[in-house]
């Protein structure tokens, strides 16, 4: 019930504590949605994922026999970056993202810690053509460009057995903006994955992930958004509140 004073005018401090209500709220309808080829949002659902490398410049990986992604160096200098692409489209573009995270299996490779970075990449990801030179069409430098900063993770690879440990790329304003962006956009969140440095010369430097075509399909890559409808009340609410303070200025 709101404050009044004697003039009948709703009190400033009434008018405060509706608005942090109002900005603070999370309504309880929040959802979580998993993007997995062959797992959510159903069985039919796809996606596209492949690594492209510098020592193979001309060469397209999809197909790996070993059903990976590979980011890093190799022992020879050799770079090599990972492209994801994902449907996001079954999230009405008006909801809210709350939270956005990326969850990679990871196995082989380095045994001592390393840094992925993930970036946005804004262009049409073909995992059937991709390649070093030529990453994606309308993307004509070599590697890919990246561009905004997401997210990253510091693990430890290890040397032992494939799909041993799951990696969680976490959330962060900049990776729930992309989605948004996504949203807005033709429906696809496009990723390009890098190691964060080159230092290290002469040692292994990369982390394998599975690839979407790995067998236990709770091993593909898993993004994982929060996304919660716009109240209309809450906007009602909002909408209303200019109008309050003014009635206030004016008692």
Not at 54 to 77: H, L, P, Y
Not at 132 to 144: I, L, M, Q, R, S
Not at 166 to 180: E, G, I, K, N, Y
Not at 184 to 210: K, P, T, Y
């Amino acid at each position: 019930m709101a404050i009044r004073n004697r003039a009948g005018a709703v009190s400033t401090l009434a008018v405060v504590a509706m608005a942090s209500l109002i900005l603070t709220v999370t309504p309880a309808n929040a959802t979580v949605i998993s993007f997995q080829e062959g797992v959510s949002p159903s069985g039919a659902y796809t996606q596209d994922a492949v690594y492209i490398r510098s020592s193979e410049a001309d060469k397209n990986q999809n197909g790996d026999t070993d059903r990976e992604v590979i980011v890093g160096f190799t022992n020879d200098n050799n770079e090599l970056r990972g492209l994801l692409e994902f449907d996001v489209s079954a999230i009405p573009a008006s909801d809210m993202i709350d939270s956005a995270s990326l969850v990679l299996r990871t196995g082989g490779g380095l045994s001592s810690l390393i840094t992925i970075k993930v970036y946005e990449y804004d262009f049409d990801i073909d995992e059937s053509t991709a390649t070093w030179n030529a990453p994606a069409t309308g993307d004509g430098t070599v590697g890919g460009i990246l561009g905004t900063l997401l997210t990253s993770a510091t693990f430890n690879p290890s040397a032992g057995p494939r799909s041993s440990a799951d990696v969680t790329f976490s959330d962060t304003a900049q990776f729930r903006t992309a989605v948004s962006d996504a949203l807005a956009g033709d429906g696809f969140l496009r990723l390009i994955l890098a190691r964060s440095d080159n230092s290290g010369s002469g040692q292994q430097r990369f982390a394998r992930f599975d690839d979407e075509t790995v067998t236990l399909t709770g091993n593909r890559p898993e993004l994982l958004v929060t996304h919660i409808p716009e109240p209309a009340t809450m906007m009602m609410l909002a909408a209303g509140l200019p109008l309050l303070l003014k009635r206030r200025r004016r008692s």
